[in-house]
């Protein structure tokens, strides 16, 4: 009888274990190829201007200082984990508090992880429409839609346009804006000549020597990134500037 009851307790034991393991595997996320990866970083990369820190003023209505806020908020990379992603951190948001935005090469959708003041978390999906990264939420269950409009002005401001609308509703209603401007010096324009990061090519404000050389890094994730594989950033950094070089001559050609 004892041996029946161990077996019995063993079986169980087992089927718990796999159906723990099970679980764990269906929570991690798929990883991506190599390739997928590298082309997930290059959509990322589209919003290389948004790296840093910004000064934030949000409004519920436009042009109107009832209901505003101040907040600061940081944009970063994070290159450690398998699927590449950029870190959006608010401090006193009204909003949102962080967010994780990723991108899918499979779907060709940006998709947005983001947690809100009150620690709940809510999840959107998008794409760039004329510049401006638009995303979406499915319906809660009450049927409403929240919607996060990203605007890049230019590389010293930014607004971030929050909205919904209810079941029945066809159009998004306002929620509340923030116009970030960025945080510190003025700062040149993109491709004007200033010192690009190493890592994503975006623009580079703090430096890191190396076997007696400098080079220039964009945030924080960026930083642990080459300070992980400093040879292999280089080399990456090598090929993409060779890759931009010669596209540029072929198009210097293509109008000769």
């Not at 723990?20 to 991690?28: G, L, P, S, Y």
């Not at 159009?171 to 491709?191: D, H, S």
């Not at 190396?210 to 040879?231: I, M, Q």
Request: hydrophobic share 35%; glycine share 8%; with cysteine.
């Amino acid at each position: 009888m004892r041996i029946r009851i161990s077996a019995v307790l063993l079986l169980l034991t087992s089927l718990m274990f796999a159906g723990m393991v099970a679980a764990e595997d269906e929570q991690q996320p798929a990883k991506l190829s190599a390739e997928d990866r590298a082309a997930a970083r290059a959509a990322l990369e589209e919003f290389n201007s948004l790296i840093g820190g910004w000064r934030g003023v949000g409004q519920v209505r436009r042009g109107s200082n009832r209901g505003a806020w101040l907040e600061q908020a940081e944009w970063v990379w994070q290159l450690k984990s398998d699927q590449p992603a950029l870190r959006y951190v608010v401090e006193k948001g009204n909003q949102l508090k962080t967010a994780k935005l990723t991108y899918d090469p499979e779907t060709k959708t940006y998709s947005l992880e983001a947690v809100l003041p009150d620690d709940a978390e809510r999840n959107y999906a998008g794409q760039v429409e004329d510049d401006k990264l638009v995303l979406q939420s499915p319906a809660d269950a009450d049927g409403t839609v929240y919607r996060i409009t990203v605007t890049r002005l230019n590389e010293k401001r930014t607004l971030v346009l929050f909205q919904k609308r209810g079941e029945k509703q066809k159009r998004f209603g306002r929620v509340a804006e923030v116009g970030y401007t960025r945080e510190g010096t003025k700062l040149a324009e993109v491709g004007g000549g200033s010192p690009e990061c190493i890592v994503t090519g975006g623009k580079g404000t703090s430096t890191i020597d190396y076997k007696g050389k400098t080079y220039y890094l964009c945030c924080s994730g960026c930083r642990e990134a080459f300070l992980d594989d400093p040879e292999g950033i280089i080399a990456d950094a090598k090929e993409r500037l060779e890759k931009k070089r010669a596209k540029k001559a072929a198009a210097a050609k293509k109008n000769s």
